[in-house]
């Protein structure tokens, strides 16, 4: 999350170097990381701008943003480019199977930057971690062994990563070709087998409601969050349970 500290540190700078003339630009990478007191903040900042100042502000989720933070700026939507040009500039950076970078891209909205991003530290790992602990919870009904594989700093992250598993195998029930998680289709076969379309979109609303706490509100307790999540998956896995309204 960006705080208001950050906000105020980049205002005072912009303050100071007013007095030296020249254009200055303020570059936010993920805007929808500002929490509500830093949006606010900048908002102020916006509405009465240093001369000679342009704000940039990044993000793949605008409407996350707060709306009177979004009435001041000037929308420029970057399309991706086509997925073959993206997968052949890939395979030019990185040493992939052809599933595994089409799988990063799509996992990345497009994005080839964002993709080859999985790729470095131990981001792909980490997924490969996250679906190996899944193809074991699924035929077993153990899914608070996954809380290992969720529960880190990049919660998020991988809360999306299994978000998109588990559309994919709903995706599989209709019979919609295009998936997100081409490199791993048994994983995804197995929880179309195991999961019927109902469990799989009352499960998949939790995670992505999960995930929006985990983004939005400073301070929540990860852990116990998740494991909260995975208690209620293993609830939804019992015969006779209703199941909740979808609210995706």
């Known amino acids: 999350m ?18 030296l003339g020249g254009a200055k630009v303020v570059w936010v990478t993920d805007a929808a990381l500002l929490t509500d007191a830093a949006a606010n903040a900048l908002l102020k900042t916006l509405e009465e701008p240093p001369a000679e100042t ?11 943003l707060l709306a009177t933070l979004r009435s001041r700026c000037r929308l420029h939507y970057l399309a991706p480019p086509p ?24 996992l990345s909205a497009g ?27 699924v035929p077993s009904g153990d899914w608070y062994s ?3 594989a969720l529960n880190h700093e990049q919660a998020p992250a991988r809360l999306h990563w299994l978000a998109t598993l588990l559309m994919d195998a709903l995706k599989r029930h209709h019979g919609a070709a295009q998936v997100t998680n081409v490199d791993v289709p048994g994983l995804v076969a197995e929880l179309a087998n195991h999961l019927s379309p109902s469990r799989l979109q009352a499960i998949l609303g939790d995670v992505c409601h999960i995930r929006e ?27 006779g349970v209703v199941l909740p309204v979808p609210h995706l």
């Open 111 to 137: 994005s080839p930057g964002a993709a080859l991003a999985l790729f470095q530290g131990d981001n792909w790992q980490a997924r490969e971690t996250l679906c190996q602990a899944l193809a074991y919870s």
């Open 213 to 239: 706490q985990l983004m939005s509100v400073t301070g929540i307790n990860r852990e116990l969050l998740i494991t909260d999540l995975l208690l209620r998956i293993e609830h939804y896995l019992q015969p």
């Open 54 to 64: 342009w704000f940039f502000l990044a993000t793949r989720e605008p409407e996350r």
């Open 146 to 148: 996954l809380l290992a």
């Open 2 to 19: 960006l705080g208001i500290d950050a906000v105020r540190e980049v205002t005072e700078k912009l303050n100071e170097h007013a007095r």
């Open 83 to 106: 997925e073959q040009y993206a997968v052949t500039w890939l395979s030019r950076e990185v040493t992939m199977s052809q599933d595994a970078l089409l799988a990063a891209l799509r």
